[in-house]
């Protein structure tokens, strides 16, 4: 099965691509508002000019994927930042010690986020507690537009 890749923008000229299995497939969606921009949900959305190309999957080895532009770089890491915010709860600067809480079973297991100073990010992997420092913590915390 072959994919359609269009270039798409939204009405705040965010630039993206869609993936779809035919061009009807691409016309019903987008004529329902079923497509939405990566970076800042807009459903208004337009198909810009690009040369047709097919994405035919493994079959095709010879076939190299460019490396992500700066736009699909940024529009992966706001869809990171939205999952954070959507699977885990902000506990601030208590961080370091929900982290412990939950790592020796006194309450119970879930996701958290928050703020940890380097020493207590260093205390709590020393104490066996698996951590993992976001980069874009603050990106996650602003309108994602």
């Not at 949900?41 to 690009?50: E, F, G, V, Y």
């Not at 370091?96 to 309450?107: D, T």
Request: one cysteine or more.
């Amino acid at each position: 099965m072959s994919v359609k890749v269009f270039d798409l923008s939204c009405d705040s000229d965010h630039v993206f691509e869609g993936w779809f299995s035919s061009q009807e497939q691409f016309e019903e969606q987008l004529l329902e508002r079923n497509i939405g921009c990566p970076l800042c949900a807009s459903n208004l959305i337009r198909r810009l000019p690009s040369a047709p190309r097919l994405n035919l999957g493994a079959q095709q080895e010879t076939l190299r994927a460019a490396p992500p532009s700066a736009t699909q770089v940024q529009a992966m890491l706001v869809r990171a930042a939205r999952q954070i915010m959507a699977n885990t709860e902000d506990v601030g600067e208590r961080f370091a010690e929900e982290a412990r809480k939950i790592h020796y079973k006194e309450v119970p297991e879930r996701g958290i986020r928050g703020v940890a100073t380097r020493d207590e990010a260093q205390a709590l992997t020393e104490e066996g507690v698996r951590v993992v420092a976001v980069p874009f913590a603050e990106m996650a915390k602003e309108p994602l537009h």
